[in-house]
């Protein structure tokens, strides 16, 4: 590994993991390039100072090679709070109009065989299906979700997964559009949502390829009565998921004082949250920061030489992942050329590229890296 500087010329065949910007006195990491193509910056949470981290709507989580979307996050009760059926659309548009239910007396429903639309129990074509067996009554139709998700009653805690139709294949919508007699476009949800009781988070099980699309879904769950949200492969998790890069109990997900926050549990491979921006580096925490198969822990530590009370970092690195990894693995530092204070960061520069007051510690375990015969695969 290899820091560079702001204008220095990159190697060829060289991998940027990060950039370190230095702003307003401060030490900012950053992606090693804007734009998307740079690697993601994935924060392992166990090594943070707070040893858990604040989760907010839109965070994605990683835990071994499963990643997760943190898609809601309702703290306090409030009339009407129910968990949103968020996913990415990929079903049709579906609706209904309380004002043309005549037109329906005499369509027959496919699963009860029974004619007619009434606004308590509508008639809606809900996939591709076609023909005598187009048309379903909600009812009807959440009956049959129902049993299929296996939603009990009493719980308030579920899995909610796009259901395909078993004719046509075609996904099931989570809404319904209905137009009501005033006209207006209601949004329902075709499944009936169980009441959840807040505080709760809804997960997305975020899943790449097709042959996974069986466990694409949403965990809907409730940390009422100070309940810990437990994610694991051991079967007392209430997010559990059966694979080798998932320890039995690998994290938690607590609600404290207003907050949610994500804890790891020790587990083998980590526990990461990826960074949505640039992050601080504290005078008085480390960061650990994963980049592709790469760890790199940050800390701001005072100058040797210097007061206490002159702001000179010096920057230790620690360095995950196989020596055998023969990449040229890059690290670029860009000090910002600024009117006021350059010479102190040409001096930070200077001092960094040549690599005088570089500290390299003992190895640590890389996070992430379930087994190199499938890693290139999986991550
Ligand atoms: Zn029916
Ligand atoms: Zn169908």
Redesign the pocket.
């Known amino acids: 590994m290899q820091m560079l500087g702001q204008h220095d010329a990159v190697p060829a065949n060289a991998d940027q993991l990060l950039r370190l910007v230095q702003k307003d006195g401060m030490f900012w990491v950053d992606k090693a390039a804007p734009n998307n193509s740079s690697k993601k910056l994935w924060l392992v949470v166990r090594d943070l100072a707070t040893c858990g981290q604040r989760l907010s709507e839109g965070d994605i989580i990683k835990l071994g090679r499963f990643k997760f979307r943190v898609r809601q996050m309702v703290a306090t009760d409030s009339p009407g709070t129910q968990a949103e059926l968020k996913l990415d659309e990929t079903g049709t548009q579906v609706s209904a109009d309380l004002n043309k239910l005549s037109e329906f007396s005499s369509t027959m429903c496919r699963i009860c065989l029974l004619e007619g639309s009434t606004e308590d129990d509508l008639l809606i074509s809900?996939?591709?299906?076609k023909g005598s067996?187009e048309y379903v009554h909600l009812g009807c139709l959440r009956h049959w979700i129902k049993g299929r998700l296996n939603l009990s009653e009493s719980s308030t805690s579920f899995f909610y997964r796009p259901l395909s139709?078993?004719?046509?294949?075609?996904v099931y919508p989570a809404y319904l559009n209905i137009t009501n007699t005033a006209g207006q476009i209601e949004r329902m949800p075709i499944m009936e949502v169980p009441r959840t009781k807040p505080p709760f988070i809804a997960l997305e099980n975020m899943v790449r390829d097709a042959q996974q699309h069986s466990s694409r879904g949403l965990h809907v769950i409730s940390l009422a009565d100070n309940k810990l949200l437990k994610l694991g492969r051991g079967h007392e998790s209430d997010v559990r998921i059966a694979d080798v890069s998932i320890s039995r109990c690998h994290a938690t997900i607590r609600f404290h004082r207003g907050q949610f926050v994500l804890e790891d549990h020790n587990s083998k491979f980590g526990t990461l949250i990826a960074m949505k921006k640039p992050r601080a580096l504290e005078p008085s925490s480390a960061i650990s920061i994963q980049v592709g198969r790469t760890v790199l822990s940050l800390s701001l530590q005072p100058h040797p030489d210097a007061g206490s009370s002159e702001l000179a970092p010096r920057l230790s690195q620690m360095v995950g992942g196989s020596s055998q990894d023969e990449r040229a693995l890059r690290l670029s530092l860009l000090t910002r050329s600024s009117s006021h204070g350059g010479d102190a960061n040409d001096e930070v520069g200077r001092r960094i590229s040549d690599g005088s007051d570089w500290q390299t510690a003992p190895s640590i375990p890389p996070h992430g890296n379930p087994s190199d015969a499938n890693r290139d695969a999986t991550l």
């Open positions: 809900p996939c591709m299906c067996i139709c078993e004719l046509c294949k075609a």
